[in-house]
């Protein structure tokens, strides 16, 4: 039997398990076969109160918007790691894959993926996670999930649509997936990047964006949305943190620093967190995370 090209993980529910984090998958949308893999500290379950919570970190995975799951072993690692270390509820989401479900499908997943936490009886949710404390995360495409979701989040709530009981205080944008038509110099200088390079990078917005779109759509280049100010003054107004990291070594970056700059234009708080390395560096190899978990934690403990 041949073994799958990206490995997965189980699930592992049953609390007598020697792992330090217990996870398990619960369906929300079965029309659209979509899910999500929640991975809760072992420890919360044998504290003698409950009155403290745990902060919940909704995660979107990455992989171009074509590929990967959260049931990857290289996500179910992350997020597993992330809970272990920051004492948090992970909740990370099973979107909708292109080319068969383009954009803006994910988006649209990522947001009901928040209805659903905002609604649930699930007991781990409920009993250990305080969605009063909520922040969206995501790597590489899960990055630019996490903006659009923030977006669509902030536009409901200018035409009075709410997301109560649940609050969001952040959002974390690690190593996001943006781009454009027009090269930056990290881009050619790192055109054949062994992890992400550029002709791959543009396979994956050709199959992701809706047809007959360019690089030059509001999905794939955050400069060019120019209705986006309303939602930045409600970014102020609601104290969101703001946090984007990226390294040095992913064409990338380039974009993601303009992205911070664009913000930051724009009155928008935000934190960054840039240095040495390649794109997906703490996902690819964890005994590099540290460095990004301590900026997180910080983050979501400071709120």
């Known amino acids: 039997m041949s073994q799958p090209l990206?490995?997965?993980?189980?699930a592992t529910p049953d609390p007598d398990t020697h792992s330090s984090v217990l996870t398990k998958d619960v369906p929300f949308n079965s029309i659209n076969n979509t899910s999500l893999r929640i991975f809760l500290p072992k420890k919360a379950l044998q504290s003698s109160t409950n009155s403290q919570k745990l902060p919940i970190i909704v995660y979107y995975h990455g992989g171009g918007f074509i590929y990967l799951s959260a049931s990857s072993t290289i996500n179910h690692d992350f997020c597993f790691r992330l809970a272990e270390m920051l004492s948090v509820v992970v909740i990370s989401v099973d979107y909708r894959l292109a080319p068969v479900a383009r954009l803006p499908a994910a988006y649209d997943d990522g947001v009901e993926a928040l209805?659903?936490?905002?609604t649930t009886n699930d007991k781990w949710v409920r009993e250990f996670g305080d969605i009063t404390k909520c922040f969206l995360m995501g790597t590489s495409a899960g990055g630019n999930m996490v903006y659009h979701v923030g977006l669509r989040v902030?536009?409901?709530t200018i035409d009075h649509f709410h997301i109560d009981p649940l609050k969001i205080r952040g959002l974390i944008l690690h190593h996001?997936?943006?781009g454009g038509t027009q090269r930056t110099e990290s881009e050619l200088r790192l055109i054949n990047d062994q992890v992400l390079s550029l002709k791959s990078c543009d396979m994956m917005w050709e199959l992701a964006l809706p047809e007959g779109e360019d690089r030059d759509h509001k999905y794939c280049n955050p400069m060019v949305d120019e209705d986006v100010d309303k939602c930045f003054d409600q970014i102020k107004r609601l104290r969101w943190k703001v946090l984007v990291t990226g390294c040095d070594g992913d064409p990338l970056f380039d974009r993601q620093v303009g992205f911070v700059e664009m913000l930051r234009r724009k009155g928008v708080e935000v934190e960054e967190h840039f240095g040495d390395g390649y794109h997906g560096m703490e996902l690819l190899d964890l005994s590099k995370a540290d460095p990004l978990f301590v900026r997180v934690k910080d983050l979501i403990y400071l709120c």
């Open 6 to 10: 990206f490995p997965t993980t189980p």
């Open 154 to 156: 902030l536009h409901r």
């Open 176 to 178: 996001p997936f943006f």
């Open 115 to 118: 209805q659903w936490l905002k």
